[in-house]
């Protein structure tokens, strides 16, 4: 099993919660373990798979594009996941600023 995390940065934008994330992750049949950092306010959602590129599409489908929260996890996130290959570095899947150099499946 390998996991994929999406650092939910919520001082970039008030917009919504990371409770609202959480929400918008159960409504896909999704249920990620939270981690929370009480004095930062960051939020960590890891997921669990064994077909992680799967897994990110249907993220990205179900809460990346979604038509109310959208926009913003794409302004509050940082998604890194285990390395497919075996790998010891993390991929970065998405980074709010988009000057980030992002790495593929």
């Known amino acids: 099993m390998q996991s994929l995390s999406i650092l939910i940065q919520p001082s970039q934008s008030d917009a919504f919660q990371p409770e609202d994330a959480i929400a918008l992750a159960k409504s896909l049949g999704r249920y990620p373990e939270v981690d929370r950092d009480k004095q930062t306010g960051e939020v960590v959602l890891n997921f669990f798979s064994e077909n992680l590129p799967l897994l ?10 979604d038509e109310e929260l959208g926009e913003w996890l794409q302004s509050v996130s940082i998604v890194v996941c285990d390395p ?4 010891r570095d993390e991929l970065l899947l998405y980074h ?8 593929e499946f």
């Open 56 to 65: 990110w599409s249907q993220l990205v489908k179900g809460m990346f594009n």
């Open 84 to 87: 497919v290959d075996g790998g």
């Open 96 to 103: 709010f600023d988009e000057d980030e150099e992002l790495d």
